[in-house]
């Protein structure tokens, strides 16, 4: 299962709503988890099942969607939220997104 | 308090072995799959196996097939990646991450092993 990501990048302002798109080439349920990678860190699992913010993720995160088509969105953004965003799937083993990049503008 | 803590950065020549490790506390290691994922210099994220410690029972993605071992010692909580023949394209930071229960997502990360294979 390829899952592939848009936009690649994504330039907004703190206070802003952002949403990212990660599309699977076939359907994987919910089984889809969303992450976010801050540079020189490792990854940080934010959302499971398509839907289920992980424990401490704040409120302003929330993951929609099922079978192909499943979004991230962060409310308002605030300054440590830029960073970069993977999708990963495991209706199929695993494979994850190519990631997209929320840069501040 | 889960924790994955890895070994530290490796710097070898290609066509020299290399065995890394990934060591957790805090939870029940053994009842657990430990997945490694690898990133290339500037790139994403990639899934190369995973391994059950409770009974070494291993998962390996076709990509990785035959290039690395994955391997755990659940008497001391701690899972390995090796390889038997560095290759300048293994340069690349590997992660550890513990699954969690429904096996569907990773929920806890180690900090990553920086591996630098020159010739």
């Known amino acids: 299962i390829v899952l592939t990501q848009s936009p690649a990048t994504l330039s907004l302002s703190p206070g802003e709503r952002a949403t990212l798109s990660c599309r699977a080439s076939?359907?994987?349920?919910?089984?889809l988890a969303w992450y976010q990678q801050r540079p020189g860190q490792a990854p940080r699992l934010l959302i499971y099942?398509?839907?289920k913010r992980a424990t401490g993720i704040p409120a302003r995160f929330s993951g929609s969607g099922s079978g192909t088509d499943f979004t991230l969105t962060i409310s308002s953004l605030e300054p440590e939220d830029f960073a970069v965003y993977y999708c990963q799937q495991r209706s199929d083993w695993y494979t994850f997104g190519q990631g997209t990049k929320l840069e501040i503008k | 308090e889960v924790q994955l803590v890895q070994s530290g950065a490796e710097v070898k020549k290609t066509g020299e072995s290399l065995k890394i490790s990934c060591k957790g506390s805090g939870y029940r290691f053994a009842n657990y799959w430990i997945g490694w994922v690898r990133q290339m210099p500037g790139k994403g994220l990639e899934w190369m196996g995973i391994?059950?410690?409770?009974?070494?029972?291993?998962r390996n993605s076709p990509s990785f097939q035959g290039q690395v071992t994955i391997s755990a010692d659940k008497s001391i909580a701690t899972a390995y990646l090796q390889w038997s023949s560095l290759k300048a394209s293994d340069t690349a930071i590997y992660y550890c991450a513990r699954i969690d229960d429904d096996g569907s997502a990773f929920d806890f990360w180690g900090p990553g092993t920086k591996v630098t294979v020159s010739s």
């Open positions: 391994i059950y410690p409770g009974d070494s029972e291993t």
């Open positions: 099942d398509a839907s």
């Open positions: 076939r359907s994987v349920s919910t089984s």
